[in-house]
């Protein structure tokens, strides 16, 4: 027989910016029905990586590993426009999903350790 094909989950990019919606409603929200294009591609790319690395069996692990994701990036005062300066950084769920902008908020690049 065939070794068993991993699930391969389709990417619901509507639940995903609602979900985004959800957690950080202080960030640039996208039209749905503008989603389209390189960013949708990246936002799909992203998500299939993910499912494979993690071994996602259903879409609930998917969007509640985005849950999280969004939930961690509301905690960045650089990537939420906390962090002063004159032209605050506002992040984008477009910029988000771009391959090196996502393994650096990965990495906690834009986290600041707060120091007593």
């Not at 094909?5 to 749905?32: F, G, M, T, Y």
């Amino acid at each position: 027989g065939h070794p068993a094909k991993p699930v391969q989950l389709d990417c619901p990019h509507d639940e995903i910016l609602r979900l985004w919606a959800e957690e950080l409603p202080q960030l640039p929200q996208h039209n749905p029905e503008q989603w389209g294009g390189a960013r949708a591609v990246h936002l799909r790319t992203r998500w299939r990586e993910t499912a494979a690395k993690r071994g996602w069996r259903a879409r609930a692990d998917g969007l509640e590993y985005f849950r999280r994701l969004f939930s961690f990036v509301g905690q960045s005062a650089f990537l939420t426009g906390r962090a002063g300066g004159k032209r605050p950084f506002l992040c984008e769920l477009a910029w988000l999903v771009k391959p090196e902008n996502w393994v650096k908020v990965h990495e906690g690049k834009y986290h600041e350790v707060t120091t007593l």
